[in-house]
């Protein structure tokens, strides 16, 4: 027991700390209170409702703490998650119980104002606003869980890549539930180890996150451990960016670069072909000549004769062979003339339809109603979907189908034809290398490898562009697109139809 000096030095000092401080009763009376006098309260306070009192109301407030300490024994916190509170109101934050009747009951609670503090709850509340503010518009995706694994931090770039509500996030998703199973404490192993980027840090850490439904996202993830003021770890916070738009475009950048060397090796080939061409140009014909003076200049048995009559034939098949290099390398001349590709197309199929290796193949077409018309070499054209579609058909075991699709890409100004087979299809080691003179899989004598070679070479001299996709067993596709002219038939093209 205090003696009353005692009593009276503490009172003073109370008042000397000029904290406005009240005792209050269960039924919200007010007993005591120091602090206050200078408010203004003509009379005393005492016993009067505290409601009443300080905040003009004719039943107590809505969240007074005074009840969850009379209820509960404990100290209390007035709820202020509704932002709305008016600063009066404010002024009943905390409450504690006081035990009387030598502690066997709560009889009284002391409620306190802390009107001094205001402007630090208000800084506080305003630096909380800035810190909730800076997470939402950082455009990388921050996540922080407690040390349980629950979200407590969820921004709304988390939210967009993950697919996942940020009020959803924050109440029933886990941090392990946002990698595949075991890699959050994978995570967690790295983050205590030393080799990541410091202890209690993990930096630039490509991982694939589940997002909603279940859908993998490649992202880079920078984490870090929380640690609380004793050092234990608290929780993990992470900062992570979405990779798919990165590696789509790397994975574009590959292709560009891939199809430049394919390009650029074509074009050496071209070179080599047509100097290769040229020099055997002149043999070939010197040949073929003599071959056939000797024929005419000599009275030869008939055995001798044949033999000549053998040269010829080999010797044209050189210069067949010759006069193809020239095309691969674009060494021919052109007869262009604006051309209507599904005509190209129908006059192509009629020329090889009714041969054999056609019979038991369908042929689907799938022409655009109106095409624009290309500027090409009627002639050669035909050449291109000959051996486009003669390796399709060969590439069947005898029966399958062939699909030709013909579309125009407004956006790129092109006509695209597309060739799709049901046929054996080919690797992609074997696709790297088909448009290169002399390759063939083909038995020897079967193919010269020159077929799609010559394509390729005409298809550039044309402006145009060709590429082909293939899944082996599925069948192969080839993709040509070729500029639109502005240039109109004036009837030349149909005269060529025959
Ligand atoms: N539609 C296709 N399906 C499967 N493989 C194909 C197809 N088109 C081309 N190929 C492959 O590409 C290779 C090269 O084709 P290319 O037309 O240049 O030569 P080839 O057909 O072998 O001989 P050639 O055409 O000179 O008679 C072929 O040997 C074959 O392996
Ligand atoms: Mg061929």
């Known amino acids: 027991?205090?003696?009353?000096?005692?009593?009276?030095?503490?009172?003073?000092?109370?008042?000397?700390?000029?904290?406005?401080?009240?005792?209050?009763?269960?039924?919200?009376?007010?007993?005591?209170?120091?602090?206050?006098?200078?408010?203004?309260?003509?009379?005393?306070?005492?016993?009067?409702?505290?409601?009443?009192?300080?905040?003009?109301?004719?039943?107590?407030?809505?969240?007074?703490?005074?009840?969850?300490?009379?209820?509960?024994?404990?100290?209390?916190?007035?709820?202020?998650?509704?932002?709305?509170?008016?600063?009066?109101?404010?002024?009943?934050?905390?409450?504690?119980?006081?035990?009387?009747?030598?502690?066997?009951?709560?009889?009284?609670?002391?409620?306190?104002?802390?009107?001094?503090?205001?402007?630090?709850?208000?800084?506080?509340?305003?630096?909380?606003?800035?810190?909730?503010?800076?997470?939402?518009?950082?455009?990388?995706?921050?996540?922080?869980?407690?040390?349980?694994?629950?979200?407590?931090?969820?921004?709304?770039?988390?939210?967009?890549?993950?697919?996942?509500?940020?009020?959803?996030?924050?109440?029933?998703?886990?941090?392990?539930?946002?990698?595949?199973?075991?890699?959050?404490?994978?995570?967690?192993?790295?983050?205590?180890?030393?080799?990541?980027?410091?202890?209690?840090?993990?930096?630039?850490?490509?991982?694939?996150?589940?997002?909603?439904?279940?859908?993998?996202?490649?992202?880079?993830?920078?984490?870090?451990?929380?640690?609380?003021?004793?050092?234990?770890?608290?929780?993990?916070?992470?900062?992570?960016?979405?990779?798919?738009?990165?590696?789509?475009?790397?994975?574009?950048?590959?292709?560009?670069?891939?199809?430049?060397?394919?390009?650029?090796?074509?074009?050496?080939?071209?070179?080599?072909?047509?100097?290769?061409?040229?020099?055997?140009?002149?043999?070939?014909?010197?040949?073929?000549?003599?071959?056939?003076?000797?024929?005419?200049?000599y009275d030869l048995e008939d055995n001798a004769k044949e033999d000549l009559y053998r040269i010829i034939k080999d010797a044209q098949r050189c210069r067949d062979t010759v006069k193809e290099l020239l095309e691969f390398s674009r060494q021919t001349r052109h007869f262009m003339k604006p051309i209507n590709i599904n005509h190209a197309i129908d006059r192509t199929l009629f020329l090889i339809e009714n041969q054999t290796l056609f019979h038991n193949i369908t042929v689907h077409k799938n022409k655009a109603p109106f095409i624009p018309l290309v500027m090409a070499d009627s002639q050669q054209l035909g050449h291109v979907f000959i051996n486009i579609i003669i390796n399709a058909a060969q590439s069947m075991d005898g029966a399958g189908t062939i699909t030709i699709t013909t579309k125009e890409s407004a956006a790129k100004d092109r006509v695209l034809i597309e060739i799709k087979d049901s046929g054996a299809g080919i690797s992609p080691e074997n696709l790297k290398h088909i448009f290169e003179p002399f390759y063939t899989t083909k038995e020897e004598g079967k193919g010269t490898g020159l077929g799609l070679s010559v394509v390729y070479g005409i298809i550039e001299n044309h402006g145009g562009s060709i590429s082909a996709k293939s899944v082996i067993g599925r069948g192969s596709t080839f993709n040509i697109e070729l500029p639109i002219t502005r240039e109109t038939e004036k009837g030349a093209e149909h005269a060529d139809l025959t």
Request: net charge neutral; hydrophobic share 40%.
């Open 1 to 297: 027991m205090r003696t009353e000096k005692e009593q009276y030095l503490l009172l003073k000092a109370l008042d000397a700390f000029n904290r406005k401080i009240v005792v209050i009763s269960e039924e919200y009376r007010i007993l005591a209170f120091a602090g206050i006098e200078g408010n203004g309260y003509k009379t005393s306070p005492l016993g009067k409702h505290c409601y009443e009192t300080f905040f003009d109301r004719s039943n107590p407030c809505d969240k007074c703490p005074v009840k969850k300490v009379i209820i509960s024994g404990e100290p209390a916190l007035r709820d202020i998650s509704s932002d709305n509170l008016s600063k009066q109101k404010r002024a009943c934050l905390y409450a504690y119980p006081v035990a009387i009747d030598d502690g066997n009951n709560v009889v009284a609670v002391v409620k306190m104002e802390f009107p001094a503090l205001d402007g630090l709850e208000e800084e506080l509340r305003q630096a909380n606003r800035f810190l909730y503010n800076l997470l939402q518009s950082a455009c990388d995706g921050v996540m922080a869980a407690d040390s349980m694994g629950k979200i407590v931090v969820f921004n709304d770039a988390a939210a967009e890549v993950t697919g996942y509500s940020v009020e959803w996030a924050l109440e029933h998703l886990n941090i392990v539930n946002v990698y595949e199973d075991g890699i959050a404490k994978d995570i967690m192993r790295k983050l205590r180890s030393d080799s990541y980027g410091g202890k209690g840090k993990l930096k630039k850490y490509r991982i694939k996150a589940r997002g909603k439904s279940g859908k993998i996202i490649p992202i880079s993830l920078y984490a870090s451990i929380i640690y609380d003021e004793e050092g234990n770890e608290a929780g993990s916070i992470g900062f992570f960016h979405d990779l798919r738009e990165r590696i789509h475009i790397q994975k574009k950048l590959e292709e560009t670069q891939l199809q430049l060397i394919q390009s650029e090796k074509m074009a050496s080939l071209g070179k080599l072909a047509a100097g290769v061409a040229h020099q055997l140009n002149n043999p070939l014909g010197g040949i073929t000549l003599y071959t056939k003076l000797m024929l005419e200049d």
